[in-house]
Structures are given as C-alpha cells and as structure tokens.
C-alpha cells in the first residue's frame, strides 16, 4: 500500500498568516492527490482533487501544488473558520490511503 | 442538494454483526461508484470497501475482506454496508462517501461525504 506521510501532525497560526501544510507519498502518484478539511465532529470536505485543482465553492485562498511524490496545501491567509484538520489522499493505487492529517491550532 | 444520510451505527459485542446504510439523494445515485471509509481517533481515515455504479463488482481492505459486504440497491438509492465477525478494532465512525471521476482511470475524489455513523464493539 501506498503511505501517506503529513508531517508535523499538528501546527499553530494566526489569523492572516500564510500556512503551507506538505503531504509526503512513499512512492510516485502523479498528481492522483486530494485534499480534505475536517473540523470536529463533522465529515471530510473536498477542497483540492488532482493535486491543484480547487472544488467549487472553496475559498481561492486554498491552494494545492506538487506531482510525484511530494505535495502541499497552502492557505493564503488563514481566517478563524480555516481552524481545522487537514488529509490528504491519494488515488494512484489501490486501496485509496490518507495521510494522518494535520491540525491547525490558533497561536 | 447532494446529500447522504448513514444510519444503523451502534453498539454491539465482539463477534456480533450490523448493517449499516446510507440514504442518497440529490443526484443520480445510479451513476456513481461509493466508497465507505472509516475513522478511529487511533488509526485516522481509512478506506473500507467500494462498489461500482450497478453492484456488479467490489473490492475491500484487507482487514474487512470476508466479514464485510458493500451493497447497493440503485432503486431506492441507498447504499449498504453488512458487517459480520466484529471486532474491537472495527470500532469507528463509518462515513459513507460518492466517488467523483477525472479523466485518468483512478484519478477520481471523494465528494461528498455523509455525517457518519459510529460503531462501537465492545463487551
């Protein structure tokens, strides 16, 4: 199985910081990755498929980049309801795998 | 509005079973492959069992295949998911999740997810 590796698991911010949150596959998935926001007690919501291409309705401070092996999502300017968990996916290969996620935390 | 709706969670003791479903609305759920997926404080998301758009084929994770069947019934729009053999580890909420396809054979997405449903196996 491919592993999806998202490192830190955790990191703090502030309101109007840029935030860039990495995503690492153990091996090539061209850019067969997607992103998900989840906040407590609430599903995954798709904000990034394909790597960069931002789901309708997403906020464009929301942005993906990266191919084979090593991708990021970065928030352009982090608003208090950015405050949540991020995973990322990959669907190259079965099975379908996640990254653990990262939790942005208020500074 | 694209909507799914689990139901059937609850708790149930090792060796127990459950059928969990999931009621799809607001799109042509004929047309779509789903996906359950699991989540555990511990081990995070984690993929489960996947049906294709008419329930001709499946495939599983390893740690279900043998005690879990994916179903579908397209004529009442609802998807589910029968487990039998519980154990402790198959403690989780269950999200139900619509594939969304790209242009490349497996470049698709999950959108949207349902709410989940909690299963818990205990003594």
């Known amino acids: 199985d491919i592993q999806m590796t998202q490192a830190p698991s955790s990191l703090s911010a502030s309101v109007g910081d840029r935030v860039t949150i990495p995503c690492r596959a153990s091996?090539?998935?061209?850019?067969?990755l997607n992103w998900y926001q989840q906040k407590p007690g609430k599903a995954p919501k798709l904000l990034i498929y394909?790597?960069?291409h931002l789901q309708s309705g997403v906020p464009s401070r929301f942005s993906g980049s990266g191919s084979g092996t090593d991708f990021t999502l970065t928030i352009s300017s982090l608003q208090p309801e950015d405050f949540a968990t991020y995973y990322c996916?990959?669907?190259?290969?079965?099975?379908?795998?996640f990254g653990g996620g990262t939790r942005v935390e208020i500074k | 509005e694209v909507q799914l709706v689990e139901s059937g969670g609850g708790s149930v003791q090792p060796g127990g079973s459950l059928r969990l479903s999931c009621a799809a609305s607001?799109?042509?759920?004929?047309?779509?492959?789903m996906h359950w997926v699991r989540q555990t404080p511990g081990k995070g998301l984690m993929w489960v069992s996947r049906?294709?758009?008419?329930?001709?084929?499946?495939s599983y994770a390893d740690s279900v295949k043998g005690r879990f069947t994916i179903s579908r019934d397209n004529a009442k729009n609802t998807l589910y998911l029968r487990m039998i053999r519980l154990r402790a580890e198959d403690t989780a909420v269950y999200f139900c999740?619509?594939?969304?396809?790209?242009?490349?054979?497996?470049?698709?997405?999950?959108?949207?997810w349902g709410q989940g449903t909690l299963v818990t196996v205990s003594a």
């Open positions: 607001g799109f042509s759920f004929s047309d779509y492959w």
């Open positions: 049906i294709n758009s008419d329930g001709t084929t499946t």
């Open positions: 394909a790597a960069s």
């Open positions: 999740v619509r594939m969304i396809r790209g242009v490349k054979p497996t470049l698709d997405w999950f959108d949207p």
């Open positions: 091996q090539y998935i061209n850019n067969y």
């Open positions: 996916q990959q669907s190259y290969s079965p099975p379908r795998t």
